[in-house]
Protein backbone atom coordinates (compact mmCIF):
# COMPACT_ATOMS: atom_id res chain seq x y z
CA UNK A 1 0.00 0.00 0.00
CA UNK A 2 1.50 3.74 -1.19
CA UNK A 3 1.77 6.44 2.08
CA UNK A 4 0.66 9.74 0.71
CA UNK A 5 2.53 12.96 2.05
CA UNK A 6 0.54 15.84 2.33
CA UNK A 7 2.01 19.54 3.44
CA UNK A 8 -0.82 21.72 5.18
CA UNK A 9 0.10 25.02 6.33
CA UNK A 10 -0.13 25.40 9.60
CA UNK A 11 -3.47 26.42 11.29
CA UNK A 12 -4.70 26.75 14.84
CA UNK A 13 -7.46 23.69 14.52
CA UNK A 14 -4.22 21.69 12.24
CA UNK A 15 -1.97 22.43 15.26
CA UNK A 16 -4.93 20.21 17.57
CA UNK A 17 -4.80 17.48 15.29
CA UNK A 18 -3.44 14.23 16.59
CA UNK A 19 -3.08 10.53 15.53
CA UNK A 20 -6.23 8.69 14.49
CA UNK A 21 -8.27 11.74 13.79
CA UNK A 22 -10.13 11.97 10.77
CA UNK A 23 -9.23 14.29 8.47
CA UNK A 24 -9.59 14.95 4.46
CA UNK A 25 -7.31 14.75 1.26
CA UNK A 26 -8.12 15.02 -2.10
CA UNK A 27 -12.15 14.35 -1.26
CA UNK A 28 -11.31 11.14 0.74
CA UNK A 29 -12.07 10.38 4.37
CA UNK A 30 -8.09 9.24 5.84
CA UNK A 31 -7.38 8.99 9.08
CA UNK A 32 -4.33 10.29 10.27
CA UNK A 33 -1.52 7.90 11.21
CA UNK A 34 1.66 9.55 12.54
CA UNK A 35 2.01 12.25 15.13
CA UNK A 36 2.32 15.82 12.96
CA UNK A 37 6.14 16.76 11.94
CA UNK A 38 7.31 20.07 11.40
CA UNK A 39 9.68 20.42 8.44
CA UNK A 40 10.37 24.31 7.50
CA UNK A 41 8.20 25.70 9.23
CA UNK A 42 4.85 23.42 7.39
CA UNK A 43 3.51 20.46 9.29
CA UNK A 44 3.68 17.43 7.22
CA UNK A 45 0.88 14.72 7.92
CA UNK A 46 0.91 11.06 6.41
CA UNK A 47 -1.84 10.15 5.83
CA UNK A 48 -3.51 6.94 3.80
CA UNK A 49 -7.25 7.40 2.29
CA UNK A 50 -9.72 5.18 3.89
CA UNK A 51 -11.41 4.00 0.94
CA UNK A 52 -7.61 2.46 -0.10
CA UNK A 53 -7.58 1.32 3.53
CA UNK A 54 -11.11 -0.86 2.80
CA UNK A 55 -9.33 -2.30 -0.40
CA UNK A 56 -6.30 -3.22 1.38
CA UNK A 57 -8.56 -4.87 4.41
CA UNK A 58 -11.11 -6.68 1.79
CA UNK A 59 -8.46 -8.25 -0.38
CA UNK A 60 -6.78 -9.75 2.77
CA UNK A 61 -10.22 -10.29 4.03
CA UNK A 62 -11.93 -12.88 5.80
CA UNK A 63 -12.99 -15.52 3.08
CA UNK A 64 -16.67 -14.46 3.47
CA UNK A 65 -18.84 -15.34 0.15
CA UNK A 66 -22.04 -14.34 0.13
CA UNK A 67 -24.81 -16.57 -1.21
CA UNK A 68 -26.53 -14.92 -4.22
CA UNK A 69 -25.65 -11.83 -2.72
CA UNK A 70 -27.41 -11.96 0.53
CA UNK A 71 -25.00 -12.05 2.75
CA UNK A 72 -25.26 -15.56 4.11
CA UNK A 73 -22.09 -17.79 4.06
CA UNK A 74 -22.20 -20.91 2.20
CA UNK A 75 -20.80 -22.82 -1.25
CA UNK A 76 -17.86 -24.80 -1.22
CA UNK A 77 -15.42 -22.44 1.31
CA UNK A 78 -12.92 -24.63 3.53
CA UNK A 79 -14.71 -22.71 6.87
CA UNK A 80 -17.99 -24.27 6.33
CA UNK A 81 -19.49 -27.21 8.53
CA UNK A 82 -21.92 -29.07 6.05
CA UNK A 83 -23.93 -31.75 7.03
CA UNK A 84 -26.52 -33.65 5.49
CA UNK A 85 -30.87 -34.23 6.81
CA UNK A 86 -31.56 -37.99 6.96
CA UNK A 87 -34.74 -39.26 6.33
CA UNK A 88 -37.05 -40.92 9.09
CA UNK A 89 -39.32 -43.83 8.68
CA UNK A 90 -42.18 -41.17 8.15
CA UNK A 91 -40.20 -39.62 4.68
CA UNK A 92 -39.71 -36.08 6.95
CA UNK A 93 -36.04 -35.05 6.50
CA UNK A 94 -34.03 -33.96 9.96
CA UNK A 95 -31.10 -32.45 11.16
CA UNK A 96 -29.57 -30.97 14.66
CA UNK A 97 -28.20 -27.62 14.06
CA UNK A 98 -26.19 -25.86 17.45
CA UNK A 99 -26.06 -22.34 17.77
CA UNK A 100 -22.35 -21.65 20.07
CA UNK A 101 -21.31 -18.37 21.66
CA UNK A 102 -19.24 -17.70 18.66
CA UNK A 103 -21.93 -16.64 16.96
CA UNK A 104 -21.92 -19.42 14.33
CA UNK A 105 -24.28 -22.43 13.35
CA UNK A 106 -22.71 -26.09 12.40
CA UNK A 107 -23.44 -27.31 10.50
CA UNK A 108 -23.77 -23.88 8.83
CA UNK A 109 -24.43 -25.60 5.21
CA UNK A 110 -27.60 -28.43 5.12
CA UNK A 111 -27.96 -30.70 2.33
CA UNK A 112 -31.08 -32.40 1.42
CA UNK A 113 -34.04 -32.85 -1.10
CA UNK A 114 -36.96 -31.34 -1.57
CA UNK A 115 -39.85 -32.64 0.89
CA UNK A 116 -40.74 -31.89 4.45
CA UNK A 117 -37.18 -31.00 6.50
CA UNK A 118 -36.96 -30.64 10.23
CA UNK A 119 -34.37 -28.33 12.25
CA UNK A 120 -34.24 -28.92 16.01
CA UNK A 121 -31.77 -26.05 16.71
CA UNK A 122 -29.95 -26.29 19.92
CA UNK A 123 -28.28 -23.35 21.89
CA UNK A 124 -24.72 -24.81 23.28
CA UNK A 125 -23.94 -21.75 25.48
CA UNK A 126 -25.65 -18.78 27.71
CA UNK A 127 -26.39 -16.37 24.63
CA UNK A 128 -29.99 -17.41 23.07
CA UNK A 129 -30.59 -17.91 18.80
CA UNK A 130 -32.81 -18.49 16.68
CA UNK A 131 -32.99 -20.33 13.27
CA UNK A 132 -34.97 -18.08 10.62
CA UNK A 133 -35.66 -19.87 7.00
CA UNK A 134 -36.04 -16.08 5.77
CA UNK A 135 -37.53 -17.51 2.10
CA UNK A 136 -40.13 -18.87 3.48
CA UNK A 137 -40.57 -16.87 6.46
CA UNK A 138 -40.51 -20.18 9.02
CA UNK A 139 -38.74 -19.62 12.94
CA UNK A 140 -38.07 -21.72 15.69
CA UNK A 141 -38.71 -18.63 18.21
CA UNK A 142 -35.74 -18.17 20.96
CA UNK A 143 -33.67 -20.70 22.29
CA UNK A 144 -31.59 -21.23 25.10
CA UNK A 145 -29.55 -23.27 26.26
CA UNK A 146 -31.15 -27.03 27.23
CA UNK A 147 -34.57 -25.97 25.44
CA UNK A 148 -34.40 -27.18 22.19
CA UNK A 149 -36.45 -25.13 19.44
CA UNK A 150 -37.86 -26.61 16.15
CA UNK A 151 -38.69 -25.65 13.01
CA UNK A 152 -40.55 -27.42 9.88
CA UNK A 153 -40.30 -26.73 6.54
CA UNK A 154 -41.54 -27.74 3.02
CA UNK A 155 -38.50 -27.77 0.35
CA UNK A 156 -40.86 -27.97 -2.52
CA UNK A 157 -38.20 -27.77 -5.14
CA UNK A 158 -34.50 -27.54 -5.85
CA UNK A 159 -32.40 -24.69 -4.52
CA UNK A 160 -30.74 -23.17 -2.08
CA UNK A 161 -33.02 -21.93 1.22
CA UNK A 162 -31.18 -19.43 3.69
CA UNK A 163 -31.44 -19.27 7.28
CA UNK A 164 -30.19 -16.83 9.92
CA UNK A 165 -30.31 -16.38 13.68
CA UNK A 166 -32.30 -13.03 13.81
CA UNK A 167 -30.38 -11.90 16.68
CA UNK A 168 -26.96 -11.93 15.52
CA UNK A 169 -27.57 -11.38 11.86
CA UNK A 170 -24.63 -8.75 12.08
CA UNK A 171 -22.24 -11.31 13.42
CA UNK A 172 -23.05 -12.75 9.99
CA UNK A 173 -24.64 -16.33 12.01
CA UNK A 174 -26.12 -17.24 8.86
CA UNK A 175 -26.44 -20.63 6.68
CA UNK A 176 -28.00 -21.93 3.68
CA UNK A 177 -29.91 -25.16 3.11
CA UNK A 178 -28.92 -26.68 -0.20
CA UNK A 179 -31.69 -28.43 -1.92
CA UNK A 180 -30.97 -30.74 -4.96
Not at 43 to 60: E, F, K, M, Q, W
Not at 131 to 149: C, D, E, S
Amino acid sequence: MRKMARLAAPAPAAAQRRAGQRTRSAGLTARTLAPAQHRGGRRARIVIPTALLGVALTAGGCGFAGAHGSGVHGGSSAGNRVGTATTGANGVQHITVKGDENMRFTPNVIKAHPGKLEITLVTTGATPHDLQVTKLHANTGMVKKGKPGEVEVDLSSAGRYDFVCTYHVRQHMTGVIEVS
